[in-house]
């Protein structure tokens, strides 16, 4: 059974994936100018992939509303109990060398591993591939810590929280050259993992992990 703590609540925009890792730099300009993806989820009055054919359906009550810009249709309203968007196929299939960005607005800043975007599997007890989500320290219950996963293997704790509801925050997780790292709101995070990821499979979810973890 799908358990509704570990849906996501709040809204989500300008999802990335990228083929390549950026840099710091690269990574503070994403969070204030578009740099080019291989997968770009805008969210401009539907879920569709802007740069390839890998489009998105909304899944659940998931439903367009405004961005960070004010602007009508072009973010996603997840609600935390079972909307989320899929996607047929993975983003990309590799383990090293890639990115992942979006804007996030939580409304809710206490979530047990809510997710934002996941590239792979996760059912809650085994997986692959690698996401962003919110949670604690302990991986068990509610917080509202920034982390990344590498599923089916160990949660990256950020250091960073999402201290206010109802606000928009930039989030990152690079892999490169063998290290995970997280930025927020592009700033880097002094943790880093040399875990290697699982070989993703299955495809992109945004706002949830495979119907287990949800993004609120």
Same mark, same amino acid.
């Given at each position: ?5 570990y849906?996501?609540? &709040?809204?989500?925009?300008? $999802?990335?994936?990228y083929?390549? *890792?950026?840099?710091?730099?690269q ?10 993806? $291989? *997968?770009? @989820? +805008? ?8 740069? &390839?054919t ?7 009550? #998931?439903?367009?509303?405004s961005?960070?810009?004010?602007? #009508?249709?072009?973010? @996603?309203?997840?609600? &935390? ?9 993975? *983003? ?13 607005? +939580? ?12 590239n792979g599997?996760?059912n ?5 591939? @690698? #996401? ?8 068990? $219950?509610? &917080? ?27 989030? *990152?997780?690079?892999r ?14 002094g943790?880093?993992? #040399?875990?290697? +990821?699982?070989? +993703? ?10 119907g ?5």
């Amino acid at each position: 059974p799908i358990d509704p703590s570990y849906y996501w609540q &709040g809204r989500i925009d300008e $999802v990335k994936i990228y083929a390549t *890792a950026l840099t710091a730099p690269q990574i503070l300009q994403e969070f204030t100018i578009n740099v080019g993806p $291989v *997968a770009h @989820y +805008p969210f401009n009055g539907n879920a569709n992939d802007a740069i &390839g054919t890998n489009n998105g359906t909304a899944n659940g009550g #998931a439903a367009l509303t405004s961005d960070r810009f004010g602007n #009508a249709n072009s973010a @996603y309203n997840f609600d &935390g109990v079972d909307d989320f968007i899929s996607t047929t196929n993975l *983003a990309t299939s590799q383990i090293d060398n890639w990115s992942m960005t979006a804007w996030v607005k +939580p409304s809710s800043i206490s979530q047990n591993n809510g997710t934002i975007v996941l590239n792979g599997f996760d059912n809650g007890a085994t997986g692959n591939g @690698y #996401a962003m989500v919110m949670g604690d320290a302990t991986n068990a $219950v509610n &917080g509202n810590l920034f982390k990344g996963l590498l599923a089916g293997i160990v949660f990256v704790n950020s250091g960073f929280t999402f201290s206010t509801n109802n606000i928009w925050y930039h989030t *990152a997780i690079v892999r490169e050259a063998g290290i995970t790292k997280l930025y927020f709101n592009g700033v880097l995070s002094g943790t880093t993992s #040399a875990n290697i +990821p699982n070989i +993703p499979s299955g495809s992109l979810r945004i706002g949830s992990c495979n119907g287990i973890r949800f993004w609120n």
